[in-house]
């Protein structure tokens, strides 16, 4: 029983992490296309390229949840809607858990 449980753990560590790898760069693209639009001299959309560029550091570091939310936070700032991929629950839960700890 321990030996399947640990199987199920390691399968999901595996894959939540690349999985939701992809999401990162989609959000950071519509982020910035969406940024590119705007008045550069705006404070918020100052705030908004700097939580864009911290979201693309975060992702590059392999930290995706936190990079996810990063982004949404930044999506917050600008007023712009992002178009998610479909996730897992498993993903959907280590973003929200990545938000809570950004947001505090």
Do not use: W, Y
């Not at 001299?41 to 911290?54: C, H, N, S, T, Y």
């Not at 700032?77 to 950004?102: C, D, F, N, Y």
């Amino acid at each position: 029983m321990i030996r399947v449980l640990a199987v199920a753990v390691l399968v999901l560590v595996v894959f939540a992490g690349p999985a939701g790898a992809f999401q990162c760069p989609l959000l950071i693209q519509q982020l910035t296309d969406a940024v590119a639009t705007m008045n550069a001299a705006d404070p918020k959309v100052k705030e908004g390229q700097r939580l864009i560029a911290e979201a693309k550091a975060l992702h590059e570091a392999g930290k995706h949840a936190d990079s996810i939310a990063t982004a949404e936070k930044a999506a917050k700032v600008l007023g712009v809607p992002l178009k998610l991929s479909k996730m897992t629950p498993a993903q959907e839960e280590q973003v929200r858990g990545a938000e809570q700890k950004i947001l505090k």
